[in-house]
């Protein structure tokens, strides 16, 4: 029987930030999600993370595209991910391997906050690589969240698309200067 597919609480921590600060109808649907921001669970099944996002996303710019939404909650991810414990010691070693290694560990990274995110990668030339993960729910959020990684890894001018969407895979064409 397979693993559950989960989130860790770092992420939800992330989540967290994210909405910061809280309301009380925030909270409402947090608790209804099975979440309690005082009381994490080491980890949470995805699809209550999937909810989660969609939580985030209801509360951004109502003038935005659902898949602007995604991409601005995938920035918003990286942004807060690097102030939480784990996020700090990742982005430590990002800087200090930079985009390249950055994207050939983007797996053992991704475990840092699922248990079931895999990843390959195919270079295409200098600063321009094609990454491939087994991720396919709101993909909009990823060009966003690798542009700021990358830029966190030290590249510069990152420009990210999704060239490729299946029911099991997705993938997306990083350049950069």
Known sequence: MAEPRVAFSSLIQSLERILSPID????KRLNALGIDPDNLLPAYPVETW?????????????SLSHEQRQNHFGVRLVEV???TLVGKAMYAMMRLIGPERSIQRATRSFRTATNFLDTSYVVHGPKDWELTMNEVVLPHRYPGFFETALSVAGARNVKVRLT???DTHSSFRATWA
């Open 164 to 166: 490729g969407l299946t």
């Open 50 to 62: 999937y909810a989660g996002i969609e939580l985030a996303m209801s509360r951004f710019d109502p």
């Open 81 to 83: 991910y690097g102030e």
């Open 24 to 27: 009380v109808e925030t909270m």
